[in-house]
Nanobody, 121 residues
């Protein structure tokens, strides 16, 4: 098993950048593909980005392409989501997840508690 803890959320203005981190403990993070999802109250979780176990491939949700970058460090057991050019519609709770590489929730078995990102206009 792996335990995930997100950090780096906060309140920013439209156009600003924010860097989210996810620290993994327990089983080595390198055994898992890693992903970020986000959720707005009353809506289902939305796929944000994913990265393969080795970090050699990434995939992004359509509205995140060109603005968000996912990366990982398997030595430090961390995964980072760099978010640039933030928009108010990016406001959500962001979750880190570990599992099998893909864009669907069911592919990820382990989830963090989430970190709130609020983008004001």
């Amino acid at each position: 098993q792996v335990q995930l803890v997100e950090s780096g959320g906060g309140v920013v203005q439209a156009g600003d950048s924010l860097r989210l981190s996810c620290a993994a403990s327990g089983r080595a993070m390198g055994a898992y593909a890693m992903a970020w999802f986000r959720q707005v109250p009353g809506k289902s979780r939305e796929f944000v980005a994913a990265i393969t176990r080795s970090g050699d491939d990434t995939v992004y949700g359509n509205s995140m392409k060109g603005r968000f970058t996912i990366s990982r460090d398997n030595v430090k057991n961390t995964v980072v989501l760099q978010m640039n050019s933030l928009k108010p519609e990016d406001t959500a709770v962001y979750y880190c997840a570990a599992g099998v590489y893909g864009t669907f929730e069911y592919q990820y078995d382990y989830w963090g508690q989430g970190t709130q990102v609020t983008v004001s206009s």
